[in-house]
């Protein structure tokens, strides 16, 4: 952390691939292990900075990147600026299958939207019909 100023663990998802979706008793047995590593994350951030960035990223459909992610110094405001927050009444609620599950009801629930830029010259690969489209 001292060094990169930011850490991360990402799901290991065998025998799935990590853009599929595990069954719910799987995905809640590894949101359980996601929220109970940022408890303890948020344990030993605070020991020794005073500020930082801490939260479990909950991918929805690909739930194999979630993860829990930290950082510190120019890492925190970057984590922090990372994602356009989705308006209130555009919100998905929190999944009802992980809202039960412990450690949960002491995170704060925040939807973002995941944008990917895509430029001309990336789309060049792709065949006439995909470059027609508006995305």
């Known amino acids: ?15 799935w691939s990590v853009d599929s ?8 047995l590894w949101v359980t292990r996601l929220v109970d590593d940022c408890h ?10 005073a500020a930082f960035y ?3 990223w909950l991918y929805e459909p690909d739930f194999g990147r ?3 992610v930290a950082g510190i110094a120019e890492k925190q405001a970057g984590y922090e600026q990372l994602f356009a ?11 009802a299958e992980y809202q039960r599950l412990p450690g949960v009801a002491d995170l704060h629930w925040t939807a973002y939207a995941e ?21």
Not at 40 to 49: D, G, I, S
Not at 116 to 134: F, G, N, Q, R, V
């Open 115 to 135: 944008t990917t830029t895509c430029w001309p010259e990336d789309l060049l690969e792709l065949d006439a019909w995909a470059s027609k489209k508006p995305h």
């Open 85 to 95: 927050e989705v308006a209130e009444t555009d919100a998905p609620p929190f999944p």
């Open 66 to 68: 979630s993860q829990v």
């Open 21 to 28: 979706k595990p069954p719910v008793p799987i995905r809640q």
């Open 40 to 49: 303890h994350w948020q344990a030993a951030l605070a020991a020794h900075y």
């Open 54 to 56: 801490l939260a479990v």
């Open 1 to 15: 952390m001292q060094q990169t100023h930011r850490e991360y663990v990402k799901l290991g998802l065998f025998p």
